[in-house]
């Protein structure tokens, strides 16, 4: 379903909206200063500085909130591969500044991970099974760096493939490692403590999924990998202007209609696209887990007008929805696909 506002009315009221939520959004990322020069990421343990979905689930922090059992693919193009690296009760949930593809201007760097921000000291498991790959300082600069900017990392290649690719998960600014090279893990065994190492200014998780596509290791987003929350969904898709073009940097808001939690996605910088970090399949440019499952709405401007559409997030899949300046947002098949179970 797709609404057009084109009376004078609605437009001065949408966009005094969007004004006041622009303005909101920039005196929280301001509030939140400066980062890590090498994608990464900033003071996001702050409860003062939270946005409201982290405001809503720090009242809901006792509250125990089981994961999905992984491997989880209910349909074939789904890889939910990956725990959650640390338990959803610890979790300060991230804001839309820090997921996967963010540009962080002032560095003129890509955030390539996805930062979970908990209290140091909290416990650090394992996604996967899988060998230890690396463990310590250095990542980045060299084995035994202390200067490394992801300060103390551990780096996992899991044993379960995806389309052939080896897949990898990377956990940064530790406060301790407890596992070393060579090392055998299992899902959801501690390999660490969150931190502050590193180049970071908050306790968090950097964390990172790589596949190896052919030679080179690729960035991926996170969120299409881990198992949401049970009772919960994943959106990603494609946000294109009217010629089908991807909107890079752009933003649009997610609404709940049956509770008052909203938020705003960012699709990603340019250079994750040129790059080919996206997902091979889903080749998306925003990617959003732990939705609960209902309506929505989902709402942009584009063009000096107001899209608005109402769409179901399903639990437990990757619900694929896109946004073309014709179309407005709408629910479909991922680019190229001729998969009809995909929507059932
Ligand atoms: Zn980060």
Redesign the pocket.
């Known amino acids: 379903m797709r609404r057009r506002y084109t009376t004078p009315l609605h437009i001065m009221l949408a966009t005094l909206i969007s004004m006041v939520m622009i303005f909101t959004i920039r005196v929280n990322a301001f509030a939140r200063s400066p980062l ?1 020069p090498v ?3 900033p003071n996001t343990s702050l409860v003062s500085n939270k946005q409201p979905e982290q405001a809503e689930n720090a009242s809901q922090s006792t509250i125990y909130v089981q994961h999905y059992e992984t491997p989880l693919a209910l349909t074939h193009q789904d890889h939910f591969l990956l725990a959650q690296p640390i338990l959803y009760e610890n979790l300060f949930w991230t804001s839309a500044d ?1 997921r996967y593809g963010y540009s962080v201007k002032e560095h003129g760097t890509i ?1 390539r ?3 979970l921000p908990a209290i140091e000291g909290t416990p650090i498991l394992a996604s996967g099974e899988g060998k230890v790959e690396f463990a310590g300082y250095g990542l980045v600069y060299g084995a035994g760096a202390t200067n490394d900017p992801y300060g103390i990392t551990v780096k996992i290649k899991h044993t379960l493939k995806h389309n052939g690719h080896t897949v990898f998960s990377v956990y ?2 530790m406060e301790q490692t407890l596992v070393k090279v060579g090392d055998w893990v299992k899902t959801g065994q501690v390999i660490g403590t969150v931190g502050m190492t590193g180049m ?1 200014s908050g306790p ?1 998780l ?2 990172e999924v790589r596949i190896l596509d052919e030679m080179e290791q690729k960035y991926q987003n996170p969120e299409l990998w881990l198992a949401p929350a049970v009772d919960h969904g994943v959106i990603t898709g494609r946000i294109e202007n009217r010629y089908g073009y991807l909107l890079n940097g752009w933003n649009f808001i997610l609404s709940s209609l049956e509770t008052n939690r909203y938020w705003v996605i960012n699709t990603y910088d340019p250079d994750i696209i040129t790059y080919h970090d996206q997902d091979p399949y889903f080749q998306e440019n925003y990617a959003l887990t732990d939705v609960p499952a209902g309506k929505y709405e989902f709402t942009m401007w584009y063009n000096g007008v107001f899209y608005a559409s109402t769409i179901e997030i399903l639990p437990g899949v990757v619900n694929y929805i896109n946004f073309n300046g014709t179309r407005g947002f709408e629910k479909s098949l991922p680019h190229g696909s001729t998969d009809t179970d995909f929507l059932n």
């Open positions: 890590d994608k990464d990421s820090y955030h991970g996805l930062d940064c600014h970071t968090h950097h964390y």
